[in-house]
């Protein structure tokens, strides 16, 4: 089955960086695109960045441009965001999402704290 698991979070102080691995298994991890997206406390959870399994497209949510990169290896099933310049803002529950004829699946998420 599709698991999706998601480490790498914790505290940092506003301007640092963190990056989050998300490592996927039960299916053929190259030829999907894959997406962070995040969720703050009484907020929806929204699309972070979606990259692509073919060309490298990349997409970003606006108010991460330039400060996230999402990058893939596909030898070792795993996708990665890392995070520089971060924002009291950017504080939330990351998740890491693949979506396989239809179905959206979701790992446990991480945590994410951006705060002196």
């Known amino acids: 089955q599709v698991q999706l698991v998601e480490s790498g979070g914790g505290l940092v102080q506003p301007g640092g960086s963190l990056r989050l691995s998300c490592a996927a298994s039960g299916f053929t991890f190259s030829r999907y695109a894959m997406s962070w997206y995040r969720q703050a406390p009484g907020k929806d959870r929204e699309l972070v960045a979606r990259g692509s399994s073919v060309y490298g497209d990349t997409n970003y949510a606006d108010s991460v441009k330039g400060r996230f990169t999402i990058s893939r290896d596909n030898a070792k099933n795993t996708v990665y965001l890392q995070m520089d310049s971060l924002k009291p803002e950017d504080t939330a529950v990351y998740y890491c999402?693949?979506?396989?004829?239809?179905?959206?699946?979701w790992g446990q998420g991480t945590q994410v704290t951006v705060s002196s």
């Open positions: 999402n693949v979506v396989i004829l239809y179905n959206a699946y």
